[in-house]
């Protein structure tokens, strides 16, 4: 096999990674970057065969949009869903893929191909890695992992019963780099929430993405725990909805202490991008019944009841005590600085700012932290380990001294030798 990682050596998002062997070739993630100045990749010109998408965060999948309609693109279901959720919520129309789903731990073949599909714990659901399989090779593709979310025994079990015979792992490694981060799980992000909440004498809000179902799961117990009751917008809702067919673990909007801030001028954005689709008609129904929904006057006549996540927190700051709310911004820091992000809040920058409202930080990265890099690296034991989601690539040599790492450049073409199946002369 060869690797050509067109994107991604050398920065974090916007991963290509193309494995070719004689005339095939499949891509694995095909991500738009987040910064501002990345180069972009013609997918037209790479003459794949087919296309895997590890998880549902555009940094891995946003160019899919660019791809011939014929070109297989092959997904976890939740993950097409959820992608499919981001597209109406933001008014694009639909995707034209050709979409396949496939299952975690059931291979399939994409001749001369043969990939078997791994769930990792991530900040997006249905996230997984991949092990590829050709010309009696073996490869790994992490994908975005972590060891310390609520799906951390994903993690565990991986690293017990590891893959065997792997000639290379494309290892993720956000994490290095960030050395200032603490090491913390969600029960510790779940646990300051709480502080925060019992600590403010106005509405509390929470700003993270409304598809990181961990987290959405810590803010409802955070909420429970402090006696308020979680509010979500519409299309959280939907999110909630989703997940909830496949979970039933997932806080949805009919269990007491949830409701969804469905009315007003907040709601309307969402609702409008609905609101004549028939596909939402009984979501429709369900959110707007009385013990379901809530109104901006009942979160105004009562503030301290509530924990809010709503992407339009300046409409309902309007009608709430400024000095007396909070703010709980749950996600990468880099949101608020333009100069890192393409995605860069003006509005949540500006309240950061502002001195009348109380701005927490409390946030635990998706990513896995060094010392369990270390552990996935130690358990899988390949013969070489490349550095891929990393803008600190050159790191890996000496914090995995003990490792055969190879260090690629972007477009560089890395050529398998030798294979577990062959006889090595
Ligand atoms: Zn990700």
């Not at 003459?47 to 092959?74: C, E, M, R, T, W």
């Not at 909805?241 to 969402?270: M, W």
């Not at 914090?399 to 972007?410: G, L, M, N, Q, R």
């Amino acid at each position: 096999m060869e690797i050509i990682i067109h994107r991604g050596a050398e920065e974090i998002g916007g991963s290509c990674v193309q494995i070719k062997t004689g005339q095939h070739s499949i891509l694995i993630d095909a991500g738009l970057p987040l910064g501002e100045t990345a180069s972009t990749v013609n997918l037209a010109t790479l003459n794949i065969d087919a296309v895997l998408i590890s998880h549902p965060h555009q940094d891995h999948y946003g160019l899919i949009d660019d791809l011939a309609p014929s070109v297989p693109v092959y997904i976890g279901k939740i993950a097409g869903k959820l992608i499919a959720a981001t597209r109406i919520f933001t008014g694009r129309t639909p995707l034209q893929n050709n979409f396949h789903y496939f299952k975690a731990g059931s291979s399939f073949e994409i001749t001369p191909f043969r990939i078997t599909p791994f769930l990792v714990d991530h900040s997006a659901s249905d996230a997984f890695g991949f092990i590829v399989e050709a010309d009696g090779q073996r490869m790994i593709y992490s994908g975005d992992f972590r060891a310390h979310g609520r799906k951390r025994k994903i993690f565990e079990n991986f690293i017990k019963h590891p893959p065997q015979n792997i000639d290379l792992l494309l290892m993720e490694g956000t994490m290095m780099g960030r050395n200032g981060e603490k090491y913390q799980t969600e029960a510790d992000i779940e646990a300051q929430m709480v502080n925060v909440l019992n600590d403010t004498v106005g509405a509390v809000f929470l700003v993270c993405s409304g598809q990181h179902i961990d987290r959405l799961c810590t803010a409802f117990r955070a909420s429970r725990r402090s006696g308020r009751t979680f509010v979500v917008d519409i299309y959280t809702a939907w999110i909630l909805q989703i997940l909830s067919e496949h979970f039933d673990s997932t806080p949805h909007f009919t269990l007491k202490g949830i409701r969804v801030l469905a009315r007003g001028a907040s709601a309307k954005n969402h609702y409008l991008k609905i609101k004549d689709n028939s596909y939402f008609k009984q979501f429709i129904n369900d959110i707007y019944k009385n013990e379901n929904v809530i109104t901006e006057a009942e979160i105004a006549a009562t503030p301290h009841q509530y924990f809010i996540k709503n992407c339009r927190i300046d409409v309902l700051l309007k009608k709430l005590n400024q000095q007396q709310t909070g703010i709980i911004y749950s996600q990468w820091s880099g949101y608020l600085e333009k100069e890192k992000c393409k995605q860069f809040d003006w509005r949540l920058a500006a309240l950061k700012s502002d001195s009348d409202v109380a701005f927490h930080h409390i946030h635990t990265s998706g990513h896995a932290f060094k010392q369990d890099l270390h552990r996935y690296l130690n358990a899988i034991k390949p013969k070489v380990v490349v550095p891929i989601h990393t803008e600190c690539g050159d790191e890996y040599v000496k914090e995995f001294s003990s490792h055969h790492v190879k260090v690629i450049a972007d477009g560089e073409v890395c050529q398998l030798v030798g294979g577990n199946n062959r006889e090595v002369k």
